[in-house]
């Protein structure tokens, strides 16, 4: 299609990496998309609409960045977008756009030749091959997926939500010994156990919180200022965490931390639901849906 060119396709991706270049946290699919619609200027036939619906842009510049995931140029993860050290390289070694594709386009065939139902032909584009439809559909799929799950979490009271997680605990075979009362919790908010009198160690003392901005050092060090010798923190973050936040609990030899934002809080429910009790499985219910992989 004439409209579609790799010159264009380029342009799109080298558009992408270089926002993402800016943000070393990554930013979520919708954002980029955004970003660099505000630095190209649009052909009428981006700018239309599929008949079936939806802007063709966002589909097309999806599809730009089919061959730079499987390069291991960018990652993609739950919505959220991030360039790798591979992908900061290709953008400095290839400036001149086209190419930039071309070498995500040759990456992406020595993948897709690897593949056990590869094609048998020299040259395939992820524009053209069934395997990169695919992936933009699974990637859009799990992006409405993840964002009906955050809005879902999101709109718990901080009371549902620490119960929550005191149901995790007890699907991963801890018992939960204290749950705080609603008002002042002194910073600790569950304490759980290997055993149901919680005689044995270590005990573990959590915080949970339910706010949207990331947790600070200070307020991390707030919380290991509650544990004792013979306990271990787990902190739970619907937020996440600072940078610095994150380099103060790997720091630590003697109080112990754990912290978990919402990513890993929904991972662990995942893989521990068949533990999960009828009740505490609904207070968040997750269904499975198969898609055809391309992997």
């Given at each position: 299609m004439a409209e579609i060119t790799k010159r264009r396709n380029g342009e799109r991706l080298q558009a992408i990496l270089q926002v993402l270049s800016e943000r070393e946290e990554g930013m979520p699919a919708q954002q980029v998309l955004k970003a660099i619609e505000g630095r190209l200027t649009l052909t009428p036939y981006e700018s239309g609409s599929y008949a079936s619906g939806g802007r063709r842009f966002e589909k097309i510049a999806r599809f730009a960045t089919v061959g730079a995931g499987k390069a291991g140029?960018?990652?993609?993860?739950?919505?959220?977008?991030?360039?790798?050290?591979?992908?900061?390289?290709?953008?400095?070694?290839?400036?001149?756009?086209?190419?930039?594709?071309?070498?995500?386009?040759?990456?992406?065939?020595?993948?897709?030749?690897?593949?056990?139902?590869?094609?048998?032909?020299?040259?395939?584009?992820?524009?053209?091959?069934?395997?990169?439809?695919?992936?933009?559909?699974?990637?859009?799929?799990?992006?409405?997926?993840?964002?009906?799950?955050?809005?879902?979490?999101?709109?718990?009271?901080?009371?549902?939500?620490q119960d929550l997680v005191g149901a995790l605990l007890r699907a991963m075979g801890y018992f939960v010994v204290w749950t705080a009362p609603p008002g002042r919790d002194g910073g600790v908010d569950l304490v759980a156990a290997p055993d149901p009198l919680g005689t044995r160690s270590p005990r573990i003392k959590v915080q949970v919180k339910r706010q949207l901005q990331a947790i600070s050092v200070d307020g991390l060090r707030s919380f290991m200022a509650t544990l004792g010798t013979d306990d271990v923190g787990l902190f739970v973050s619907m937020g996440g965490f600072t940078r610095d936040a994150q380099d103060e609990a790997r720091m630590q030899s003697t109080r112990k931390v754990t912290l978990i934002d919402l990513e890993r809080l929904f991972d662990l429910w995942v893989e521990h639901s068949p533990k999960l009790s009828d009740a505490d499985r609904r207070r968040l219910p997750l269904r499975p849906v198969w898609f055809i992989s391309s992997e």
């Open positions: 140029w960018m990652l993609k993860q739950k919505g959220l977008w991030t360039i790798t050290a591979e992908g900061r390289a290709a953008l400095a070694a290839y400036p001149d756009p086209e190419l930039l594709f071309r070498e995500a386009d040759k990456l992406y065939l020595v993948w897709r030749k690897s593949q056990p139902d590869a094609l048998d032909v020299e040259e395939v584009s992820e524009t053209e091959d069934v395997a990169g439809v695919n992936s933009i559909k699974l990637e859009e799929a799990e992006e409405s997926a993840w964002a009906e799950v955050q809005a879902f979490v999101q709109g718990m009271n901080p009371y549902d939500f």
